[in-house]
């Protein structure tokens, strides 16, 4: 019943898509209606990408400039429905993996043959735990 629920919500959100970018705007904010009404129904979760396509307080399908108003406040994305003026905040994401890595990269290589090799235990000659032998120069 779950799986069914998620798959008529999936549904309900391609159609109100549709009919928001051609159809009729008022038939896609009754689909999201149904498709909210099921996710209580059943006590499914909408997927996050479909929380993000609606106004929580009519159940407006939101499409950009005619239902919605988005501005950016101080490192927010404030989004404002035109319908019943309920606004919404979320934080700016600021993915920033360039500093992560360069501070990973910016670690000294450790010179370490002779302390790995010195460690090693001498009867197990298999090889398998030495994977650090990046030879250098
Ligand atoms: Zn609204």
Do not use: H, K
Not at 25 to 39: F, I, K
Not at 109 to 137: F, H, I, K, Q, Y
Request: glycine share 6%; charged share 35%; hydrophobic share 35%.
């Amino acid at each position: 019943m779950v799986r069914i629920a998620r798959e008529r919500i999936a549904t309900l959100f391609a159609l109100a898509e549709r009919e928001a970018a051609t159809g009729q705007p008022e038939l896609a904010d009754r689909y999201v209606g149904l498709a909210r009404r099921v996710g209580t129904r059943y006590n499914v979760r909408l997927l996050p990408e479909f929380r993000e396509l609606y106004c929580r307080g009519c159940s407006a399908f939101w499409v950009e400039g005619r239902t919605v108003r988005t501005r950016l406040r101080s490192g927010r994305r404030v989004r404002t429905c035109l319908r019943c003026g309920r606004t919404r905040r979320s934080p700016t994401r600021e993915a920033r993996p360039a500093v992560a890595s360069a501070v990973e990269s910016d670690r000294p290589s450790v010179p370490r043959d002779d302390v790995v090799l010195a460690e090693l235990p001498t009867e197990d000659e298999s090889g398998d735990e030495v994977e650090d032998e990046t030879e250098e120069g």
